[in-house]
């Protein structure tokens, strides 16, 4: 009998019920949560590594490594990872990027991206605080409706789709811009990006990290927005250019901005405090910042990490 794989995760599989029980069955299985020189031990002992999107799969993390053969990440970013290094060192990467059958069950990101919406244009923040202030003012505060408003959307892909469609039940109009010019969509009118940027109320970002789209929201784009639009990214922080939206905050009081991702989200608690952004909003309300919350809800948490513990499971089938 072959000797068992080593197999570490920094990702909570206890809830994935008899597959979890397999693969532990199966495996010398270690799970490390956080501590990163723990997990720098123990991964140049693994042959297999399940990585979660809080530590960065880097050259100094993968400095030692000489079993490891296989990363597996439920997610679909894998901006956490340095796919350059695992191909130097010919580490197989599987994520859940191509799953388009799995990924098309999970809904959580767009929806998210509509409660940002609700919470800025419905004031719900202030509102609260008034109630924690034992105050009850109807009024003083008031939102805006969603319907014959215009959502513009960038990245008509899975997610761009929902939102678009989110948009559409809420009796919106919606604007999209995608690169890919020959995407159609039933009640959504195909524009240019500049058209989109100047005439939405409430724009939705739904594009992916590359190198082409750093900064793709900077101070030029911004410009374009009008002064009371809603911007919503629940992308990637380093798609908008964090200095220029911040200047764009403290110039456009009525301008609102709802992000469940930073630029920084891999730094520490005391990093963290002193992030501008994160201080902004600590004393403004038309910024709303989440912990990358997009797709963590018990359904889409659960179907990712149960499709990377079977496929983990039929790879120590073949190797066994």
């Known amino acids: 009998m072959k000797k068992k794989l080593n197999i570490l995760s920094?990702?909570?599989?206890?809830?994935?019920?008899?597959?979890?029980?397999?693969?532990?069955?199966?495996?010398?299985?270690?799970?490390?949560?956080?501590?990163?020189?723990?997990?720098?031990?123990?991964?140049?002992?693994a042959d297999i590594y399940i990585s979660s999107?809080?530590?960065?799969?880097?050259?100094?993390?993968?400095?030692?490594?000489?079993?490891?053969?296989?990363?597996?990440?439920p997610s679909t970013g894998t901006d956490h990872i340095?796919?350059?290094?695992?191909k130097k060192k010919k580490i197989k990467c599987f994520h859940l990027a191509k799953e388009r059958k799995l990924l098309d069950t999970f809904t959580a990101t767009s929806e998210l991206a509509f409660c940002l919406i609700l919470m800025l244009n419905r004031s719900i923040l202030i509102n609260h605080q008034q109630i924690i202030n034992n105050s009850w003012t109807r009024d003083k505060f008031p939102g805006e409706q969603l319907y014959n408003k215009t959502l513009g959307v960038i990245?008509?892909?899975?997610?761009?789709?929902?939102?678009?469609?989110?948009?559409?039940?809420?009796?919106?109009?919606?604007?999209?811009?995608?690169v890919n010019k020959k995407i159609k969509l039933n009640k959504v009118q195909k524009v240019s990006l500049g058209f989109l940027l100047k005439n939405s109320d409430i724009i939705s970002l739904h594009i992916h990290l590359t190198n082409e789209n750093i900064n793709f929201i900077n101070k030029k784009k911004l410009?374009?927005?009008?002064?009371?639009?809603?911007?919503?990214?629940?992308?990637?922080?380093?798609?908008?250019n964090e200095n220029d939206l911040l200047y764009f905050l403290k110039k456009r009081k009525t301008f609102k901005v709802g992000l469940d991702v930073i630029d920084g989200e891999w730094l520490s608690k005391n990093n963290l405090k002193r992030h501008p952004l994160i201080n902004?909003?600590?004393?403004?309300?038309?910024?709303?910042?989440l912990p990358h919350i997009g797709g963590s809800t018990k359904d889409s948490l659960f179907g990712a990490r149960l499709h990377i513990v079977k496929k983990i499971n039929m790879q120590i089938e073949k190797l066994s």
Do not use: C, H, W
């Open 10 to 45: 920094t990702v909570d599989l206890s809830m994935i019920g008899s597959e979890f029980k397999k693969l532990k069955k199966k495996s010398n299985f270690f799970y490390i949560p956080n501590s990163l020189e723990k997990i720098k031990k123990k991964i140049n002992q």
């Open 53 to 73: 999107a809080k530590i960065r799969v880097n050259k100094k993390l993968l400095k030692n490594v000489k079993n490891l053969k296989y990363i597996y990440s």
């Open 82 to 86: 340095d796919l350059s290094e695992l």
């Open 155 to 178: 990245g008509l892909g899975r997610l761009g789709k929902i939102t678009a469609k989110l948009g559409s039940g809420f009796g919106m109009k919606v604007l999209g811009y995608d």
């Open 223 to 240: 410009k374009l927005m009008k002064k009371n639009s809603t911007l919503i990214n629940t992308s990637r922080g380093k798609i908008i």
């Open 280 to 289: 902004y909003s600590k004393k403004y309300n038309n910024l709303i910042i």
